[in-house]
């Protein structure tokens, strides 16, 4: 296979493992590539990809911006803050008005659920979500596979936990998808209050345990606390929290076995990592980040490739 | 109906001949190749590379030639004008081009069009002081870029309809090279 499946990158969802598996082997060739004493190619450069950040970001902002420059597309940035969005304009019409100035694709986070998908249907752009409020977040989940898959020799087989703050997570949906199409067995871990009811219809377990939980996994990936997600209290104190659901080295040392850890960041050092376990060897934190630009090229890469002349 | 007939233009034993020649030709230019890096292109230079690089120590016990691949997908002037995107390919380039004497090597040389691609992916591992192209096949009559190859094992005129195929020697195929006519 050689193509796509898709049209647009809405979710991990939509896709098939085929496809993962062709953005992984392209995302081999972009990270060589990265990796060389000139670290550009011409591929996209008659392409013009639109940024449109109507929620903050920084790390996925730039590893987007970053993955386009490298592929030396045309990049123009937008984000809601200083933009007409606040004087009133509806969705479509903010993207309209920038596809008039002939754009070929778009980059969206929102913090809607579903505007990448509502965008697909109603513009004339190859959309790639870049996180749709608490739905999905389709390139961080395929670059922590990536990192994985790195790091583990492949996905299939492995055991996954995802530690914290499920609730409010797209990381944490694109990533159950994700690992499950690529053959890994996932669990969750966190209070119940962060942990949607219904998680079992997904095929993931819940451990409420986190040393259990440890003891199982292979590898740990953890979630950031999104307090700006939570209107309500969801557990009594940040201390009580990164006393029961933190990572520290004592706790990974009493383990009987080296697991890889994994953060999408940002990190609240201190909350859900401590600072001896974000900078251990276990973690590949770093890595992710620059898997995450191999991962958007091959992505920008292959759609585009859909793009007809 | 579309009726292919298959003509052979290089035998086995004239492809072992051609491939002695080439190697005694690089060794006419490049000595004992300190200062050479021989580069195939992917997918089929690299096969082409590697019995010449076989060649070349046969005749001169020099196990030191350096040698690498080069994909040259992210590079190519088709991207989006094509059916379906080309699936990239292995790209091994442990070294740096800086200074060095490069040789671009590929089976069969048409439009030139791979072989821009190929100089300009080359460009991103250094400044080489000089680079040669060594083909298998050199259709010339079909060139859509100004490129002249330095070492040709066989030049052929045909016309666009016409392909040639290059069959690498393995377990239970000789090597050969056959011209496919497609006739209405």
Redesign the interface.
């Known amino acids: 296979m050689s193509e796509l499946s898709v049209n647009h990158l809405l979710g991990i969802k939509n896709l098939q493992r085929e496809d993962i598996e062709l953005i992984f082997k392209t995302a081999d060739n972009f990270k060589r590539i990265i990796n060389q004493p000139i670290k550009k190619v011409p591929t996209l450069r008659d392409i013009t990809i639109a940024n449109l950040f109507f929620e903050n970001s920084t790390r996925t902002r730039l590893s987007f911006e970053l993955a386009e420059k490298r592929l030396s597309a045309d990049v123009i940035n937008f984000s809601s803050a200083s933009s007409s969005v606040k004087k009133g304009e509806t969705l479509i019409d903010t993207v309209n008005n920038i596809l008039a100035m002939k754009v070929d694709m778009v980059v969206i986070r929102h913090p809607n659920p579903g505007a990448a998908e509502f965008l697909s249907r109603n513009v004339k752009a190859t959309i790639i979500n870049a996180g749709d409020g608490a739905h999905e977040h389709p390139t961080q989940a395929l670059l922590d596979s990536f990192s994985i898959r790195e790091r583990l020799g492949s996905v299939k087989g492995k055991k996954v936990v995802i530690i914290g703050d499920v609730l409010h997570s797209r990381v944490a949906l694109s990533n159950i998808h994700c690992l499950q199409k690529l053959g890994a067995e996932v669990a969750v871990c966190g209070p119940s209050t962060l942990i949607p009811k219904h998680i079992n219809s997904l095929g993931v377990h819940h451990y409420s345990d986190l040393k259990e939980a440890l003891k199982w996994c292979d590898v740990a990936n953890v979630l950031r606390i999104q307090l700006e997600r939570q209107d309500v209290n969801y557990f009594p104190s940040l201390r009580e929290y990164s006393m029961v659901y933190g990572i520290n080295k004592e706790l990974l040392d009493s383990l009987e076995k080296e697991i890889v850890v994994m953060h999408p960041g940002p990190i609240n050092r201190g909350v859900e990592l401590s600072s001896d376990v974000a900078d251990s060897d276990h973690a590949i934190i770093l890595d992710q980040v620059e898997n995450g630009v191999a991962i958007r090229m091959a992505v920008m890469y292959l759609l585009a490739g859909k793009l007809k002349k | 109906m579309k009726m292919k007939t298959e003509k052979q233009i290089v035998s086995s034993n004239q492809f072992e001949i051609m491939i002695e020649r080439l190697a005694h030709q690089l060794i006419e230019n490049h000595s004992d190749f300190s200062e050479t890096i021989l580069v195939g292109l992917q997918p089929r230079g690299v096969e082409f590379t590697n019995r010449v690089l076989e060649k070349l120590i046969e005749i001169t016990k020099n196990k030191d030639i350096i040698s690498g691949s080069l994909?040259i997908?992210?590079?190519?002037d088709d991207?989006?004008?094509r059916d379906?995107?080309?699936?990239?390919?292995?790209?091994d380039?442990n070294v740096?081009v800086e200074g060095k004497k490069v040789v671009l090597i590929d089976d069969v040389l048409f439009t030139g069009r791979s072989i821009r691609a190929g100089m300009?992916a080359l460009?991103?591992?250094?400044r080489p002081k000089q680079v040669e192209l060594m083909v298998l096949i050199d259709r010339r009559l079909k060139r859509h870029l100004p490129i002249q190859p330095n070492y040709v094992g066989k030049t052929v005129d045909s016309i666009s309809s016409e392909r040639v195929v290059v069959k690498w020697k393995s377990e239970d195929v000789k090597d050969e090279i056959i011209l496919l006519k497609s006739e209405e």
Not at chain 2, 73 to 76: D, G, H, K, L
């Open positions: 994909d997908t992210f590079f190519r991207f989006g004008r379906t995107p080309i699936e990239a390919q292995e790209l380039m740096s300009d460009m991103s591992f250094g």
